[in-house]
Nanobody, 117 residues
Framework: VQLVESGGGLVQPGGSLRLSCATS????????MTWVRQAPGKGPEWVSG????????SYADSVKGRFTVSRDNAKNTLYLQMNSLKPEDTAVYYC???????????WGQGTQVTVSS
C-alpha cells in the first residue's frame, strides 16, 4: 500500500491550492479516505473525510465552506481543493486510508502547505 501526496506549496492568504493523494496497492474504491493536517507545534487535526463511493463527505468546522474533498476511483486518487486559504491553514497535510469509525491504517508522507504574504 502506498499513498503519495502532492500539490503543497507557498500561497498568499486568499489563494487556492489543490492537493492530490495518489494511491496504489489496494482497491481504492473500497475504502473511505481522510485528510489530516498538523501545524507546527500542534497535534494532528482531522480536516475532511470521504466515503469509498465519493457520495458522502465531511469537514472540520475550520475548513467548511472553503475546502472540498473529492476522489477519482478510476485514477485511485484523492483530492483536496483548498480555497480562501488563511495563515492558520499552514500545516503538513496527510492523506490516510480509513475513517473515524474504522481507524486509519496507512498514511502518506505529507505535503507542506504554507499560507503567508
Amino acid at each position: 500500500v502506498q499513498l503519495v501526496e502532492s500539490g503543497g506549496g507557498l500561497v498568499q492568504p486568499g489563494g487556492s491550492l489543490r492537493l492530490s493523494c495518489a494511491t496504489s496497492g489496494f482497491t481504492f474504491s473500497y475504502y473511505g479516505m481522510t485528510w489530516v493536517r498538523q501545524a507546527p507545534g500542534k497535534g494532528p487535526e482531522w480536516v475532511s473525510g470521504i466515503n469509498g463511493a465519493g457520495s458522502r463527505t465531511s469537514y472540520a468546522d475550520s475548513v467548511k465552506g472553503r475546502f472540498t474533498v473529492s476522489r477519482d476511483n478510476a485514477k485511485n486518487t484523492l483530492y483536496l481543493q483548498m480555497n480562501s486559504l488563511k495563515p492558520e491553514d499552514t500545516a503538513v497535510y496527510y492523506c490516510a486510508r480509513g475513517d473515524s469509525m474504522d481507524g486509519y491504517d496507512y498514511w502518506g508522507q505529507g505535503t507542506q502547505v504554507t499560507v503567508s504574504s
